[in-house]
C-alpha cells in the first residue's frame, strides 16, 4: 500500500540527513566530554553541557547564591533573537535548587515552578546576566526560593521565579557506635 501525499511530505520533512545526525552527535559528544570532566560522578546531559556551564557562581550564603551568565547565541529564540524562556524556565530550577540546598538542606525535588518574563529583550546573545536566589523559608519538608535574573549592564529585570522544592529536611542520623562497628571518642 503506498503513502499518501500528505504522509510522504510529512516523511520527507521529518527526514534527518547523515550530515545532521553527524552535527548532533559532535555535539553531544562535546557536551558529554565538558560535563564528565566537570564532574565525573554524573551523568552528562546535551543541555548541561551546552547551557550550565555558563553560569559562574560569585557568592554562596547559607539560603543565597550569586551567579552571572553569559547568554549564548545557541540558546537564543530564533524569531526573537533574546534567550529562550525554556532557558530561563531551567535557569531558574538549576539556582533555586542550589540556593535550597545552600541553606544546609538535603536535596530536593522541584515541585512547583513559576516564572514571569518582564522584558526577555534584555537578554540577547553576548550579554551578561545576574542571577540571585534566596530562599523564603521552609516549612516542613518544603522550601521555598525567588529567583530574580536581571542584564548586569542595564539592571533591568529580565525574569523572575519562585520555585517549591520538596525533600528531608534533616541529615540521616548517625549510627550508634555499638551497631557501625566503630569506637567513639565521645
Known amino acids: 500500500m503506498a503513502d499518501s501525499p500528505e504522509l510522504a511530505r510529512a516523511r520527507d520533512v521529518l527526514r534527518v540527513s547523515a550530515d545532521d545526525r553527524a552535527r548532533v552527535d559532535a555535539l553531544s559528544s562535546a557536551a558529554s566530554a565538558y560535563v564528565s570532566a566537570a564532574s565525573p560522578h554524573l ?42 524562556a525554556g532557558v530561563v524556565a531551567a535557569l531558574v530550577d538549576e539556582i533555586g535548587y542550589a540556593a535550597a ?50 542584564n548586569a549592564s542595564t539592571g533591568n529585570v529580565v525574569a523572575e521565579g519562585r520555585h517549591s522544592v520538596f525533600g528531608n529536611l534533616t541529615k540521616a ?10 569506637k567513639s571518642n565521645l
Do not use: W
Request: net charge positive.
Open 173 to 182: 542520623p548517625l549510627k550508634p557506635a555499638a551497631t557501625t562497628g566503630l
Open 101 to 150: 540546598i545552600s541553606d544546609a538542606q538535603n536535596f530536593k525535588i522541584s515541585v512547583d515552578m513559576s516564572v514571569a518574563f518582564p522584558d526577555l529583550s534584555q537578554a540577547r546573545a553576548g550579554d551578561r546576566l545576574s542571577i540571585t536566589a534566596r530562599v523564603l523559608g521552609h516549612k516542613g519538608a518544603y522550601s521555598g526560593t525567588h529567583v530574580l535574573l536581571t
Open 43 to 84: 551523568s552528562p546531559s546535551f543541555f548541561e553541557g551546552f547551557a550550565l556551564r555558563r553560569i559562574r557562581v560569585l557568592s554562596v550564603h547559607p539560603g543565597f547564591i550569586h551567579c552571572s551568565y553569559d547568554v549564548p547565541p545557541s540558546l537564543t529564540d530564533s524569531s526573537t533573537g533574546c534567550l529562550a
